[in-house]
Nanobody, 125 residues
Framework: QVQLVESGGGLVQAGGSLRLSCAASGLTFSRSAMGWFRQAPVKVREFVTASSWWTDGRTYYADSVKGRFTMSRDNAKNTVYLQMNSLKPEDTAVYHC?????????????????WGQGTQVTVSS
């Protein structure tokens, strides 16, 4: 079955950096749209970034992370990464990766069919 496993979360001071990874198995990664979402306590799941599966597909970012976060993918390793720089306390959340075979990059959770369990990111002020 499809598995998405996130790693790399942790506690960091404001202004610091973290790199999250999401290892995928059980799906054709190179033909899957991949996204990152985050969810803080008592808040709805929020779009962070996403990319389509085709080679010239764009990567989209939420305004709140544009210029600070960078998504990349390594199709040879079936892994997607989220480089987070200049972290702020408001970035504190559980970060989930998501996938959809043959999908296009979407900003709604309904655009994805598979989800990871998430990794906690905590940014202290």
């Amino acid at each position: 079955q499809v598995q998405l496993v996130e790693s790399g979360g942790g506690l960091v001071q404001a202004g610091g950096s973290l790199r999250l990874s999401c290892a995928a198995s059980g799906l054709t990664f190179s033909r899957s749209a991949m996204g990152w979402f985050r969810q803080a306590p008592v808040k709805v799941r929020e779009f962070v970034t996403a990319s389509s599966w085709w080679t010239d597909g764009r990567t989209y970012y939420a305004d709140s992370v544009k210029g600070r976060f960078t998504m990349s993918r390594d199709n040879a390793k079936n892994t997607v990464y989220l480089q987070m720089n200049s972290l702020k306390p408001e970035d504190t959340a559980v970060y989930h990766c998501a996938a959809r075979l043959l999908g296009r990059a979407g900003s709604s959770p309904e655009d994805y069919t598979h989800w990871g369990q998430g990794t906690q990111v905590t940014v202290s002020s």
